[in-house]
């Protein structure tokens, strides 16, 4: 049995990976695969790839594109959500901010440098027209820090997935200011360059695995009751965000690597552009 590391986000994006894994999918393939949870979000998932915590990361385009840019030894293996991340844009609910405006000169939650949270809020200030080397953060680590920074005043606002945040608006903790969706495909799975020389026979089980189970998720009977029930969401919520969400079972288009890269680079983030084959795995 091939011991596997894998890591991502606990939402529901990544409910395949769990009915796979329960199914015993993986372990007929003679894969032991171990996933765990990483609620500080991409920015760490980048770390653990760099420092052999991970083999294997369901990350965020931008987050990991960055990474490597900077000398992170990983390559994305293949694009995994093919649609947009709808990013929310809230501030605590006793907050005084009515609009997107207000927020210009705020200071924006994260939960780590070069995590999603961080990067995005330079493409919302960069949609804005504000000016982006004015930026500030407050680091906070998860949502739970999310909240306690914004109600104590330390953060003005924080952009996280909408429908993750969806349970805290209802309960009056956040209010909604806008949404800003990514300009391009939201989720990759990257794998670290050592797993990569070591293991791409066991990679090639793996994602025909995972392919199978996201081409046919949407097909599983009461799926949205199950994902509603997991993830502690709304049904209507679940129902609304499987209408919006496409897997992929291939690799990510070199169009799109450059549009992030060029982006990134634009906005100051990463000081060149890395050929498309230091950033793509190619797969035999």
Not at 50 to 63: N, W
Not at 117 to 123: F, G, N, Q
Not at 196 to 217: C, G, K, R
Request: aromatic letters at 8%.
């Amino acid at each position: 049995m091939v011991k596997v590391r894998i890591v991502g986000v606990p939402e529901h994006f990544n409910l395949p990976w769990h009915l796979a894994i329960e199914e015993g999918a993986f372990e007929n393939r003679g894969i032991e695969l171990s996933w765990t949870d990483i609620p500080e979000g991409t920015g760490r998932m980048c770390a653990m790839l760099e420092d052999d915590e991970t083999d294997l990361a369901i990350i965020l385009t931008e987050g990991i594109v960055k990474s490597i840019s900077q000398g992170n030894p990983s390559r994305i293996v293949q694009e995994y959500i093919a649609s947009p991340l709808q990013w929310g844009i809230h501030v605590h609910a006793q907050s005084p901010y009515t609009s997107i405006e207000e927020l210009q000169d705020g200071k924006a939650a994260i939960s780590r440098m070069g995590s999603g949270s961080h990067l995005m809020a330079y493409v919302h200030a960069q949609n804005q027209n504000w000016d982006t080397s004015g930026l500030s953060f407050t680091i906070v680590n998860t949502l739970d820090g999310a909240v306690k920074a914004l109600s104590k005043g330390e953060a003005d606002y924080f952009m996280w997935e909408h429908f993750t945040t969806k349970p805290l608006v209802d309960r009056g903790v956040f209010r909604r200011l806008a949404d800003c969706p990514t300009p391009w495909p939201c989720f990759v799975v990257a794998a670290s360059n050592k797993f990569l020389s070591e293991n791409a026979n066991t990679l090639e089980h793996i994602l025909e695995v995972i392919n199978l189970y996201t081409s046919e998720f949407k097909q599983i009977p009461s799926i949205d009751r199950t994902l509603a029930n997991r993830y502690e969401q709304q049904l209507e919520d679940i129902q609304l965000w499987l209408s919006m969400t496409r897997w992929s079972q291939h690799q990510i288009e070199f169009q799109v690597i450059d549009k992030v890269s060029t982006t990134l680079n634009n906005l100051k983030l990463i000081d060149n552009i890395k050929p498309q084959q230091e950033i793509l795995f190619t797969r035999q």
